[in-house]
């Protein structure tokens, strides 16, 4: 993913380390896409972190 300016963090999971500093566990950033949607990178501690899916969202219309 590019740098936007446009870029939204989101921290989901932030942690302790044993010296006591807070660290990002797993977040996102979000950026509008150029040709349209949205960009997403998931940022992650693997220590924390054994693994992350994405699973496309089905949707349909209510009658069909």
């Known amino acids: 993913m590019s740098e936007p300016s446009?870029?939204?963090?989101l921290e989901l999971i932030n942690y302790k380390n044993e010296a006591g500093t807070e660290l990002l566990g797993l977040g996102i950033e979000l950026a509008d896409d150029p040709n349209g949607g949205i960009?997403?990178?998931?940022?992650?501690?693997?220590?924390?972190i054994s693994?992350?899916?994405v699973t496309p969202l089905q949707q349909r219309s209510c009658c069909g």
């Open 6 to 9: 446009n870029i939204q963090k």
């Open 39 to 48: 960009q997403v990178r998931v940022i992650m501690d693997p220590q924390v």
């Open 51 to 53: 693994g992350v899916t």
